[in-house]
């Protein structure tokens, strides 16, 4: 659960970072879905490896 949580944390600070950029440039962001998905794979992926290290 704790990686679940991280991930999703880690997906939040993204979309805000993006947010942020847009509103400063004042335009529009698009990401396409084919470079959506792996992101949040990455972001999970990252979670779970920061979990992994935490419990040893």
Do not use: W
């Amino acid at each position: 659960m704790e990686t679940f949580g991280r991930g999703c944390l880690y997906i939040i600070m993204g979309i805000g970072v993006l947010l942020l950029l847009a509103i400063v440039t004042q335009s529009h962001i698009n990401i396409p879905i084919f470079i959506a998905i792996p992101l949040v794979i990455l972001a999970f992926y990252i979670a779970k490896k920061k979990s992994d290290k935490k419990n040893e």
